[in-house]
């Protein structure tokens, strides 16, 4: 995705498992959960790039991972860090920048941030992460 998108908000997670394990969970989470996360009729009405919403776009492992993404309403990209936290315990972060072009994606820009459904989306990502890095092996995540 070409040019500087808008900052739009960040969160932050602490992880109890070292960032490894967090990495693991992280990528598994991008490549395979949200691949998925958008449904065939959601993808042909807002005509989503790629079908499933996000796509890798920067992977630097341990480090950070960037997810971009486009629709009729919307350009963004989803940006995780992660870093050392106390405790061997690890940060995770997750950035979002975004445009929404035009007056259907103002109208849009309203709908998914002014409603809050951003914000809840967004800490589900980073609560499933956390979730899968500290399930103990052998149990469902």
């Known amino acids: 995705m070409s040019g500087s998108l808008p900052y739009v908000d960040e969160h932050t997670a602490v992880v109890a498992a070292p960032r490894g394990v967090v990495w693991s969970a992280l990528e598994h989470y991008a490549t395979a959960d949200l691949a998925e996360a958008v449904r065939p ?6 005509g989503t790039e790629p079908r499933g919403g996000f796509a890798v776009a920067e992977r630097d492992p341990g480090e950070r991972l960037v997810l971009t993404g486009r629709h009729r309403f919307s350009r963004y990209r989803l940006v995780f860090g992660l870093e050392d936290a106390d405790g061997g315990a ?5 950035r979002t920048y975004a445009v929404f072009p035009g007056p259907h994606g103002a109208a849009y820009r309203l709908l998914v941030l002014g ?9 589900r990502m ?3 992460v956390r979730s899968r890095a500290t399930a103990s092996p052998g149990s469902p995540a």
Request: aromatic share 4%; hydrophobic share 50%.
């Open 41 to 46: 009729v959601v993808a042909r009405v807002l």
């Open 90 to 94: 690890t940060r995770l972060s997750a």
């Open 115 to 123: 409603t809050g459904f951003h914000v809840l989306a967004t800490t």
């Open 126 to 128: 980073l609560r499933t």
